[in-house]
């Protein structure tokens, strides 16, 4: 097992560190920047259905449907086509209004969670078409699917998924690139663009790695926190709600994700001295708004630790830490703004002594509703 480690003491932190070469895995051989060329096999088929879909629906459980949330953004974003998430486990027995042209897109990292193969054959039968995201090859929910495109994240073999996060991510923003340019809401220039932020992506993260040893600085320091809120925008509004389902999963302390604006709505109550809260507060659209809710924070004596850009002055002005990121196409931020937030999960857990890879109660498949 530890030959398997590949030299790190978990499988969580090796997959983390995987991730520039899973996501370079997923991008091989469908994305070539260059030449302006984006290939995806599994949609060859079915791209007439995707084109003419009046509406997405995107299906999962746990991290993936945390992807899910990020594609909605992209779908909508890059293709202007109505975009619904969904929990499968609500989806299945919620009769929804489900029609022929939909489309409908499963994500699942091991393909064999039963509430996701439960909502693919009800929107099956009501004649949508099911388009499944997954990592396991040959796995129920590939099967189960019309068509499909693997993640090719590799094994992940720690319960609380990281690297197939990303990957789900980077094979929903191709179909969402692909999507665009193929309806025309996307330019062209706008369309090259994407492909290079996309292509530039691994390298990225591969410099948040470096970021390794700092965030296990502010992990000691946050150790022995009760509560910790999460608060991000827009595309890193999903980000959020991972970054506190990641703690809650293998530390145990409890953690809340929620949208930076809704914070006056409830969890700004639950702030003082005793309460770190993590911003995800990169120069995108929504700075300012997330530098004033900072400033909220800030003045109710909360701990702030922000994921900035790189060189940032104003957050590094009034957080308590931050962790620099380096500049990122917002539409695709998410896989590099979650790194930082898996190792800070990563390292409290293992300062708390608690067991990273098979955390208490939880399975890495749930083939049980
Ligand atoms: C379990 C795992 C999670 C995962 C979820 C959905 O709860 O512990 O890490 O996100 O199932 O699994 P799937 O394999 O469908 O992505």
């Given at each position: 097992?530890?030959?398997?480690?590949?030299?790190?003491?978990?499988?969580?932190?090796?997959?983390?560190?995987?991730?520039?070469?899973?996501?370079?895995?997923?991008?091989?051989?469908?994305?070539?920047?260059e030449?302006?060329?984006?290939v995806?096999?599994?949609?060859?088929?079915?791209?007439?259905t995707?084109?003419?879909?009046?509406?997405?629906?995107?299906?999962?459980?746990?991290?993936?449907?945390?992807?899910?949330?990020v594609?909605?953004?992209?779908?909508?974003?890059?293709?202007?086509?109505?975009?619904?998430?969904?929990?499968?486990?609500?989806?299945?027995?919620?009769?929804?209004?489900?029609?022929?042209?939909?489309?409908?897109?499963?994500?699942?990292?091991?393909?064999?969670?039963?509430?996701?193969?439960?909502?693919?054959?009800?929107?099956?039968?009501?004649?949508?078409?099911?388009?499944?995201?997954?990592?396991?090859?040959?796995?129920?929910?590939?099967?189960?699917?019309?068509?499909?495109?693997?993640?090719?994240?590799?094994?992940?073999?720690?319960?609380?998924?990281?690297?197939?996060?990303?990957?789900?991510?980077?094979?929903?923003?191709?179909?969402?690139?692909?999507?665009?340019?193929?309806?025309?809401?996307?330019?062209?220039?706008?369309?090259?663009?994407?492909?290079?932020?996309?292509?530039?992506?691994?390298?990225?993260?591969?410099?948040?790695?470096?970021?390794?040893?700092?965030?296990?600085?502010?992990?000691?320091?946050?150790?022995?926190?009760?509560?910790?809120?999460y608060?991000?925008?827009g595309?890193?509004?999903?980000?959020?709600?991972?970054?506190?389902?990641?703690?809650?999963?293998?530390s145990?302390?409890?953690?809340?994700?929620?949208?930076?604006?809704?914070?006056?709505?409830?969890?700004?109550?639950?702030?003082?001295?005793?309460?770190?809260?993590?911003?995800?507060?990169?120069?995108?659209?929504?700075?300012?708004?997330?530098?004033?809710?900072?400033?909220?924070?800030?003045?109710?004596?909360?701990?702030?630790?922000?994921?900035?850009?790189?060189?940032?002055?104003?957050?590094?002005?009034?957080?308590?830490?931050?962790?620099?990121?380096?500049?990122?196409?917002?539409?695709?931020?998410?896989?590099?703004?979650?790194v930082?937030?898996?190792?800070?999960?990563?390292?409290?857990?293992?300062?708390?002594?608690?067991?990273?890879?098979?955390?208490?109660?939880?399975?890495k498949?749930?083939?049980?509703?």
């Amino acid at each position: 097992e530890s030959i398997e480690k590949g030299g790190y003491e978990h499988f969580m932190l090796k997959e983390i560190h995987e991730q520039p070469r899973s996501i370079a895995d997923c991008l091989r051989g469908r994305l070539d920047a260059e030449n302006q060329r984006l290939v995806l096999g599994g949609l060859r088929e079915h791209m007439a259905t995707f084109q003419n879909a009046k509406r997405i629906i995107l299906t999962a459980c746990g991290t993936s449907w945390h992807a899910g949330l990020v594609a909605e953004y992209l779908f909508e974003e890059f293709a202007r086509i109505p975009t619904e998430v969904e929990y499968a486990s609500e989806f299945r027995y919620r009769n929804p209004v489900i029609h022929t042209g939909d489309f409908v897109i499963a994500i699942s990292q091991s393909g064999e969670t039963a509430d996701t193969l439960a909502a693919i054959e009800m929107a099956k039968s009501k004649g949508a078409t099911i388009f499944g995201v997954c990592n396991v090859v040959g796995a129920s929910i590939p099967r189960a699917t019309h068509a499909g495109s693997y993640t090719h994240a590799g094994p992940e073999i720690g319960v609380a998924s990281t690297k197939a996060f990303t990957a789900q991510i980077t094979v929903l923003g191709m179909m969402a690139i692909k999507l665009g340019y193929a309806l025309g809401t996307l330019s062209g220039s706008r369309y090259r663009e994407l492909l290079l932020a996309l292509q530039a992506i691994p390298q990225k993260v591969e410099k948040v790695l470096g970021l390794n040893e700092k965030v296990k600085e502010i992990a000691e320091v946050y150790q022995g926190a009760r509560n910790f809120l999460y608060l991000g925008r827009g595309y890193n509004f999903p980000v959020a709600l991972e970054g506190a389902l990641k703690l809650k999963e293998i530390s145990y302390i409890h953690a809340e994700g929620y949208p930076a604006a809704e914070m006056k709505h409830g969890p700004i109550a639950l702030i003082d001295a005793e309460m770190p809260v993590v911003f995800i507060a990169i120069q995108d659209s929504s700075y300012e708004k997330v530098v004033s809710n900072i400033q909220e924070v800030k003045a109710r004596k909360g701990k702030v630790i922000a994921i900035v850009t790189e060189g940032d002055e104003q957050v590094r002005s009034m957080a308590d830490h931050v962790i620099e990121i380096p500049p990122v196409e917002e539409a695709f931020s998410p896989l590099v703004a979650v790194v930082p937030l898996q190792l800070l999960a990563y390292h409290i857990a293992v300062l708390r002594g608690c067991d990273v890879d098979q955390p208490r109660n939880l399975a890495k498949s749930v083939t049980v509703e």
